[in-house]
């Protein structure tokens, strides 16, 4: 939801493209536990935790929006990017008025709202494990991230719960008629692309941390390892038992190397290549990649397929009702942030804010 993204979409954005991208793109969680190891705790401990909003009946915290923009750049960087310094004034001004915006919807919660959060949140958290590949490489990326699967559930079942409210408040429904009519008008939406499920075995060429070409000589040993392993899995050797004692990619060695099926532009083109282009159980020749050596073995592969309306009707009802949801929530927001006497303490978002607002205010009829 642009509405709401906080460090737990921050999180399970993270998760969800560490499990797929993290082992051929190179962004490992090892890099991101290294470089990013509770920063919350650090400021904390050298500027203290003040109250930087607060409004009728809630207050927000210093370490809250921390904790939010340390969501967003672990999803950035499990991406292969960097959020531009430039832009983290103006970001952080975002996220603080979306808390804002979620302390106001749960002040209105009913039983019904909470209840609705709370089913949402296992389907979502169900997603996010099976994406994950298992419980133990979850439990590693919410470390990475700094959050606990606990803090990570609550997290979203108030986030959950506050959309359901601002749905309820606005009164917006979509009806059979009009999901239907979107499946119908967009075809290209309901296809399901082709997708490879696959194993690899990575041997990194780069230093997780410094992201820099290790020396020479340890690029000739990894290359000769992994030489060497190819040749065991070629004379019948087990491929995931060779992958959980050796492949360098946390995302995947526990699992015998086995990744989320993906489909194509989700990997590095020179893996993305070789996965497409194996039959199954079919083992690839050592493929380079900038970030190191992979060896990859298909599982399975599904043909691009239509989708039907019946699978696809209760996203497409979610979608239009965001849709629905966003042309009305602005104003309704400002009415409930008037009402609750919000006021921004921390002065430079304070200005953030105030400049934002300039920025999207209507223009004035110009005078005769």
Same mark, same amino acid.
């Not at 999180?11 to 991208?21: D, E, H, V």
């Not at 609550?154 to 009164?171: M, Y």
């Given at each position: 939801?642009?509405?709401?993204?906080?460090?737990?979409?921050?999180?399970?954005l993270?998760?969800?493209?560490?499990?797929?991208?993290?082992?051929a793109?190179?962004?490992?969680? %090892?890099t991101?536990?290294g470089?990013?190891?509770?920063?919350e705790?650090?400021?904390?401990?050298?500027?203290?935790?003040?109250?930087?909003?607060?409004?009728?009946?809630?207050?927000?915290?210093?370490?809250?929006?921390?904790?939010?923009?340390?969501?967003?750049?672990?999803?950035?960087a499990?991406?292969?990017?960097?959020?531009?310094?430039?832009?983290?004034?103006?970001?952080?001004?975002?996220?603080?008025?979306?808390?804002?915006?979620?302390?106001?919807?749960?002040?209105?919660?009913t039983?019904?709202d909470r209840?609705?959060?709370?089913q949402?949140?296992?389907?979502?958290?169900?997603?996010?494990?099976?994406?994950?590949?298992s419980?133990?490489?979850?439990?590693?990326?919410?470390?990475?991230?700094?959050m606990t699967m606990a803090?990570?559930?609550s997290?979203?079942?108030q986030e959950?719960?506050?959309?359901?409210?601002? %749905?309820?408040?606005?009164?917006?429904t979509?009806?059979?008629?009009e999901?239907?009519?979107?499946?119908?008008?967009?075809?290209?939406?309901?296809e399901?692309?082709?997708?490879?499920?696959?194993?690899?075995?990575?041997l990194? %060429?780069?230093?997780?941390?410094?992201?820099?070409?290790?020396p020479?000589?340890?690029?000739?040993?990894?290359?000769?390892?992994?030489?060497?392993?190819?040749?065991?899995?070629?004379?019948?050797?087990?491929?995931?038992?060779?992958?959980k004692?050796?492949?360098?990619?946390p995302?995947s060695k526990d699992?015998?190397?086995?990744?989320?099926?993906?489909?194509?532009?989700q990997?590095?083109?020179?893996?993305?290549?070789?996965?497409?282009?194996?039959?199954?159980?079919?083992?690839?020749?050592?493929?380079?990649?900038?970030y190191?050596?992979?060896?990859?073995?298909?599982?399975?592969k %599904?043909p691009?397929?239509?989708?039907?309306?019946?699978?696809?009707?209760?996203?497409?009802?979610?979608?239009?009702?965001q849709?629905?949801?966003?042309k009305?929530?602005?104003?309704?927001?400002?009415?409930? !942030?008037?009402?609750a006497?919000?006021?921004?303490?921390?002065?430079?978002?304070?200005?953030?804010?105030?400049?934002?607002?300039?920025?999207?205010?209507?223009?004035?009829?110009? !005078?005769?």
């Amino acid at each position: 939801m642009k509405l709401f993204f906080s460090a737990a979409l921050g999180t399970m954005l993270f998760a969800f493209s560490s499990a797929q991208a993290a082992a051929a793109n190179g962004s490992t969680n %090892t890099t991101l536990a290294g470089t990013n190891s509770n920063p919350e705790a650090a400021i904390t401990a050298l500027f203290g935790n003040p109250v930087i909003a607060k409004g009728k009946g809630f207050e927000i915290k210093r370490s809250e929006l921390d904790e939010v923009m340390t969501g967003l750049k672990s999803a950035t960087a499990a991406r292969g990017r960097a959020i531009p310094p430039g832009q983290l004034p103006q970001i952080e001004s975002q996220l603080l008025d979306r808390l804002i915006q979620i302390q106001l919807l749960m002040q209105r919660a009913t039983d019904a709202d909470r209840s609705n959060g709370v089913q949402r949140t296992s389907l979502q958290m169900s997603n996010l494990l099976a994406q994950a590949g298992s419980q133990e490489a979850l439990d590693r990326r919410m470390k990475a991230a700094g959050m606990t699967m606990a803090e990570l559930r609550s997290k979203i079942t108030q986030e959950n719960t506050a959309q359901a409210v601002l %749905t309820r408040e606005l009164n917006v429904t979509v009806t059979d008629a009009e999901a239907k009519q979107f499946y119908d008008d967009h075809p290209a939406d309901s296809e399901q692309p082709e997708m490879v499920h696959v194993r690899h075995i990575l041997l990194m %060429t780069m230093d997780p941390v410094e992201r820099a070409p290790l020396p020479a000589d340890q690029q000739q040993a990894k290359r000769k390892q992994i030489d060497d392993l190819l040749k065991q899995i070629r004379g019948g050797a087990d491929f995931a038992v060779l992958a959980k004692k050796y492949s360098e990619d946390p995302g995947s060695k526990d699992n015998g190397g086995e990744l989320p099926a993906f489909s194509r532009s989700q990997m590095v083109p020179e893996f993305e290549a070789a996965a497409f282009s194996l039959t199954n159980n079919q083992v690839s020749d050592v493929i380079t990649t900038a970030y190191g050596y992979h060896i990859i073995k298909l599982i399975d592969k %599904t043909p691009a397929k239509k989708v039907g309306y019946a699978t696809v009707a209760a996203r497409i009802k979610d979608f239009l009702t965001q849709q629905k949801t966003e042309k009305l929530a602005p104003a309704y927001l400002e009415k409930l !942030k008037k009402a609750a006497d919000v006021q921004i303490l921390d002065a430079d978002l304070k200005a953030e804010a105030a400049a934002a607002a300039a920025a999207n205010a209507p223009a004035e009829m110009p !005078k005769k």
